[in-house]
């Protein structure tokens, strides 16, 4: 037993020697956390075209600004929990794969994205990225401790990410002939 430094003493904390029964290995939890951070880097560094990296950053910042309310939203109604975090006492989120995962996912499916393609083509563009994100994050809910779907399901998530990955799409496209459109090669 020993006393917490920062409150004076005044609390004790017991560390259990024999983990509970059913509870994950934290090791691997934080594997699967480095795992998402490495493949979040490696999609902006390797699936980025150097001409597009102006897009990139704009597409990447803007789908941060609306997932992290969206993430707060669905997180404060308790849909969803992530009970392993990287900043615990700073947010309820999973940092990393809001804030750093499809962030880096949108923005692949913003500068690689088939604007010259049938609409058929572009619908399926949209299905394939969100159906995909979707699946991983319910795989991520399944196999480990990091996500907790409480009254959340896969289909909500699609739904969730075809509405951001639209949204998204229409604020770059708009930002992009607004306020540079010397990045799109317009004049």
Known sequence: MSRHPRLGGSLQIRTPIIRPAGER???????????????AVAVLFFGIPRSQIREALIS???????????????????????????????????????YLFCPAVFTLFQVRYPQDRPLMVQGSYYAVYAVG???????????????DFKRWTAYNSILLYLAEYWVARRYVIWFLRRWAPSLRGER
């Open 25 to 39: 290995p934290m090791s691997l939890d934080h594997a699967f956390l480095l795992a998402i951070a490495v493949s």
């Open 60 to 98: 990447f910042t803007c789908f941060q600004a609306l997932t992290w309310p969206v993430g707060f939203a669905i997180t404060g109604l308790g849909w969803i929990t992530y009970p392993v975090r990287i900043f615990p006492l700073a947010t309820d989120l999973g940092f990393l794969f809001d």
């Open 133 to 147: 994100v979707a699946l991983l994050q319910s795989w991520v809910a399944d196999h480990t401790g990091l996500i």
